[in-house]
Structures are given as C-alpha cells and as structure tokens.
C-alpha cells in the first residue's frame, strides 16, 4: 500500500509526455502503442500500461453509455493484459508489490465473467445446438432454457453495470494511471529488447511444460496450457514492434489458430458451468429437455476438438523461436 500511495505522489509531479494519452484514453480514444528497441525497459513499462490503460478506459466508456457484448470482450482483454504485464515486469523488476494491482485486475475480470460466458452460451453456441438438433430431425421445447438463459445473463449484466460505476474500479484506473506516469524507480536501466526476449523465453518454457502435461487431453491441463498460450500471445503482439521478419508473424498465425481450438474447448467446459447455474437457480424440470441436448452436442465432440487442438500445438513447436539471435 505505501508503494501505491508513493507512485501516486510521483505521478502528481511527473512531465511524463504519455499524460496526453491519458487524456486522450478518458475520451475513448488511446494513441496506438509505439515501442523501440533503444527504450529503457522502465519507459516501455509505463507506455504499456498507458496502452492497456487506453483500451480499458475507452471500453468502459462504452459500457457506461449501455450494453455492448464486444466493448465487454475487448475490456476483459485490456484487464488480462494488465494482469500478464504487471506479472512479467514485476518480475523482472523485483516489484513484488505489483501482485496487489495484479489481484485487483483479476478480481474485476471474474465480476465480468458470467455476462460474457452467458453472452458467448446465447450468441455463439447456442445456434449450433439448434442448427444440429434441426439437421437430424429433431424435435422438442428449448424455449424454456433459452428463457432461462437470457433471465441470467440481464442479471449478470446488471453486475457488469455495477462494476463499471463502481469506486473500487475507478480507483484501480487510477492506480494504474499513476504507475504508468511516476518518477519511481523501476528497472535497473536496462533496455527493453534483451528484457523482452528473457520474458518471451520464460513464458514460451511455461507453455512447454503445461504442453507436456496437457497431452493427456486433461480438462485442467489443457485449460492451464490454454492460459500459458494466452499469456505468451499477448507478450508477442506487445513486443513484435521490436523484433523484425516473418517469424513473428508465424508465431503470432500459429497462436491465435491455438487459442482459438483451446478457446473452444473452454467454452465447452463453461457451457457444463453455465448449465449447472440455470439448473440450480430455474425450474430444472422445464428446461431439462434443452440441458440435455446441449450437454450432448457438445460432449460428443470434445475429444475431437482437444485432438485437433494438441496437433496445431505439436506443429507450433517446429517454430524456432524467434526471440532467439540469429547463428
């Protein structure tokens, strides 16, 4: 806490140029990131954070003025950027107090979560439930689990609309605002370039070993290999303005085709999480008809999604990373 209370201090008298891109992100409209390789690592820090700041601020903007299913989306990322920047920084930095910030973007990030999961349940995966049950001559009463299912997402959404007016959300803006403009001392005065590179290695060996694990097709272990992928993507797009060629491109192409697969297989489980809710909350009688059928679509065909995820993931392996010095 006396971290938090000094780096707001600092920030009070900071001439930090990013202040107009503050500015500027309480409008709604943050200026595209810009790193270098000749960057200190403390200034390319604070201009993450002022990036991530930007996404969060404009995406909230757009929740206060009512519901939008991608400004939520787009906010939960800015949040878990936050979360994989401050980890990967605090870390190379020694900042052990960045953990607290981290828990507060987490903490924001799951009071999200049921709209967006309800969201992706009615929107995405819900039509293709229908769409099957329609192609093998199907017949039966999912009305009432769809009724269910939107009564719980206007709830969820009406904790979405608290969050975003609340003060402990406000105060985590300000936080972050604070350490993305302060005078203190962060780094050791290295170089952003040589620091990205060891946080990509760190993150790519992570993946390796929850890779290891997952190839059991484990629910959990996939999920963490999942996470691992998520993290190691997003350090890539933040750190590819400071690396050159294709193989950025490969790997990024390579990442998201995983995430994707991975993605799916998480909704998969959520869709067991989201049923178990509206069975536990609604009339299970009525709409167990409709549970039923959900939960065997998208059964029958986990294996073959999990399959299909952990060769894209064997074929991301052969890429040489491209972090690594050239001869």
Not at 9 to 31: C, E, F, H, I, Y
Not at 68 to 77: D, F, I, K, N, Q
Not at 202 to 217: F, H
Not at 260 to 280: K, Y
Request: glycine share 8%; net charge positive; proline share 3%.
């Amino acid at each position: 806490m006396d971290d938090l209370i000094a780096l707001r201090v600092s920030s009070a008298r900071s001439t930090n140029p990013d202040q107009r891109l503050l500015r500027n992100a309480a409008r709604g409209k943050p200026r595209r990131l810009r790193l270098n390789r000749q960057m200190q690592a403390d200034q390319a820090f604070r201009a993450i954070l002022a990036d991530c700041l930007g996404a969060a601020s404009a995406q909230a903007g757009i929740l206060r003025a009512g519901r939008s299913v991608e400004a939520l989306h787009h906010l939960r990322v800015a949040l878990r950027r936050l979360e994989v920047m401050l980890a990967a920084f605090g870390k190379a930095f020694g900042q052990d107090w960045f953990a607290d910030l981290r828990g507060r973007a987490k903490a924001i990030s799951a009071r999200l979560g049921p709209a967006r999961d309800l969201d992706v349940f009615l929107e995405d995966l819900w039509p293709d439930v229908t769409r099957s049950l329609a192609a093998s001559g199907g017949t039966g009463d999912f009305v009432p689990l769809r009724r269910a299912a939107e009564d719980a997402c206007a709830i969820a959404w009406q904790a979405v609309g608290e969050t975003i007016v609340s003060e402990d959300f406000a105060h985590f803006l300000d936080d972050i605002a604070a350490l993305s403009q302060s005078r203190l001392p962060l780094g050791r005065g290295e170089k952003i370039r040589p620091l990205a590179r060891q946080m990509l290695k760190l993150a790519a060996q992570r993946v390796e070993r929850r890779g290891r694990k997952a190839k059991n097709r484990d629910e959990a272990d996939l999920h963490r290999l999942r996470i691992a992928l998520k993290k190691l993507r997003y350090l890539t797009q933040m750190f590819a303005p400071l690396q050159a060629g294709k193989r950025v491109k490969s790997h990024l192409k390579s990442l998201k085709r995983m995430q994707e697969e991975l993605g799916h297989l998480n909704d998969i489980s959520h869709v067991r999480t989201t049923i178990a809710g509206l069975m536990r909350d609604g009339d299970a009688a009525a709409i167990g008809y409709g549970v039923g059928l959900v939960l065997g679509h998208y059964g029958a065909g986990r294996d073959r999604a999990a399959k299909q995820a952990l060769k894209s993931y064997r074929n991301f392996r052969k890429l040489t990373p491209f972090w690594k010095k050239r001869g």
